[in-house]
DNA sequence: GATTTCTTTTGACAATTATCAAAAAAATTA
DNA sequence: TAATTTTTTTGATAATTGTCAAAAGAAATC
């Protein structure tokens, strides 16, 4: 049942039969159901959680009403606000689950304790902090590189997951533009 | 001499006084003259500093051969090219010393070798990871927040040290927009 | 302190993108 | 499958931002 968790985990650092076992001894298998929010902006986040099925999206609201999409995360994958998860404070954005989905549920505390009983598992911590990181890195890189389209044909290569899945209203506004440029856009490269 | 890099690491974590030399161990001093690129795009970046005098900027050129600049890095601070230096991947952006600098340049081979025999080196390690992470978070947010205006009005409030002390022409790529634009933004603020 | 270099500002105009409203298409639910 | 809801597309127009060239201002160098 949590072949994918292991796999996952595997992909970054091998760990030992005991040291997988603290961990899955923290987790809380949950459903989170499309369109709930799994974390409230303004709220602070002392929760994370790995995908197991289905995927999230992170979204603000901004000074004109307009709902800003700033990340997706796919099965398999760990989450939680992270600025708010690692600093306390509140979160500045809503994750919403976009599908019905199966989560592993776990809290900072739990976490922190293994962190401080098994160094392997804080390598864990740091790998993923790093891929967080990169992520953010790279959607930055696409959002400074030019023009709408260019932005919209790099991630049409790089991340073919995204345009084919996930309804283009909320690609539009992760690339920094409105659903009615990006349908024009996606009309003009047919 | 190496005061403020104790007194950034203490920031994150209390270390003791072995593990503080066996950082500065791995340490050579160096300097880095305004103009000159810490690390070239498309090359490997096996190192990483501590930036103890100056700041750096982080940039690539466009396709239209524009400098689009993506990050600032002031002291006290540690860098790198932060993708390269974590997947071995040729680096994607130049890191520019904008004023004479003084630094304590490090090997990801050593970095490695403490995070195996240090586990607290290996939490400040992901403690590091966590805050560049959150960083770019904050970029992405303020690049996806509206109106040039707004993520100009934006950053003099959070980010009073880059209106100060940054070219005008380098903060305006950091906003994703031209300088011109910018510096037209500024009078109209006026 | 004069000269050179680099940075910022301004103007005129063009291109890109946003906005609002409505229609069409697709997906979901009854 | 019909009805409802959600998502995408289209049109007309406005607002924002970019481009190119040149001037003004500031900083660095001799």
């Given at each position: 049942m949590r072949e994918s968790l292991h796999k996952y985990i595997n992909s970054f650092i091998q760990l030992s039969e005991s040291e997988i076992r603290v961990i899955e001894d923290i987790l809380t298998s949950r459903k989170i159901y499309k369109k709930e929010n799994f974390i409230e902006i303004n709220k602070v986040c002392t929760k994370a959680i790995f995908i197991n099925k289905g995927y999230f999206r992170f979204y603000h609201v901004d000074v004109n009403g307009n709902e800003i999409t700033s990340d997706f995360y796919f099965a398999p994958s760990f989450i939680t606000s992270y600025t708010s998860f690692i600093t306390?404070?509140?979160?500045f954005v809503n994750v919403q689950a976009m599908v019905d989905m199966e989560v592993f549920e776990f809290t900072k505390n739990d976490l922190y304790d293994l962190y401080g009983k098994y160094p392997k598992i804080e390598r864990l911590g740091r790998l993923i902090a790093e891929a967080i990181a990169i992520n953010s890195e790279e959607h930055l890189f696409l959002l400074l590189n030019q023009s709408a389209e260019m932005r919209y044909k790099r991630l049409l290569e790089k991340n073919t997951k995204y345009v084919n899945t996930i309804p283009l209203q909320y690609i539009a506004s992760y690339l920094g533009i409105t659903k009615e440029t990006l349908s024009r856009m996606r009309k003009a490269i047919r």
């Open positions: 306390g404070a509140p979160s």
